[in-house]
Structures are given as C-alpha cells and as structure tokens.
C-alpha cells in the first residue's frame, strides 16, 4: 500500500492511502507521478507521496504537518520551545540528549530541561 498526502498552502490537511495497483507504470514499477494523478483524479487537490518509514520525504505525512518545498520534507510541529530543527532529518532534537537505558521510560520536562522518568502504574 502507498500512502498520500494533500497539501494546501503549505499544510498536510488529508492522508489516504492507495492500492499499489493504482501507482503502476506500463512496465509494473510504482510511480509517484501516477499515484498523485490518481489520488488528483479521484479527489481533487494537490497530493505528495509519504512513507511510514521516512525514506520518503523523511518523515510520515499527518494532518497538520507542514510540508518545506526547499528540504522536500513533512516536518511536524515542534514539541517545545527548547527543541532545535534538524535540517538533517527534518526532525526537532532536544537539548540533553535522550537517556538510553531502558530501566524506565522518561519524558521531557520543560521547566527544567531534562528527561524525567515517568512513573508507571503500580509502581
């Protein structure tokens, strides 16, 4: 299954998802200009390929997710104020890096700019 995504002004407002079939060209290879034709002829609008694996347009397509023409990405909105874009994945990346252990999950804590662990239920 290929995925799109319509893009008005800049913004991801819809993402389907279209049979392979659909984005065939005559000798069976998938194509993108074929699948935007397709999703164009079916349901109007501008439509840009997206993949759950970020080899794509490095990152998967969402509602709300802008689309950067220059950097040919869909980035999403950044999570906090602290967080710096990564030109390089398309990505926002923290000021301390994540831990890496797995002894407990952590989320961010923004008032004091550090992974907190968070405390599960029944612990």
Known sequence: MAHFARIEDG???DVIV???SDILDDDGNQSEDIGK???TNLLGGNWLQTSYNGII???YASIGDVYNETLDAFIYENPFPSWVFNETTCQYDPPVARPTDTKVP???DEDNQVWA???LIGD
Request: proline fraction near 0%; hydrophobic fraction near 45%; glycine fraction near 0%.
């Open 11 to 13: 913004i991801v407002v």
């Open 18 to 20: 279209v049979d392979n």
């Open 37 to 39: 034709a397709f999703c």
């Open 57 to 59: 347009r490095k990152n």
């Open 106 to 108: 952590y989320q961010w």
């Open 117 to 119: 662990e968070v405390s």
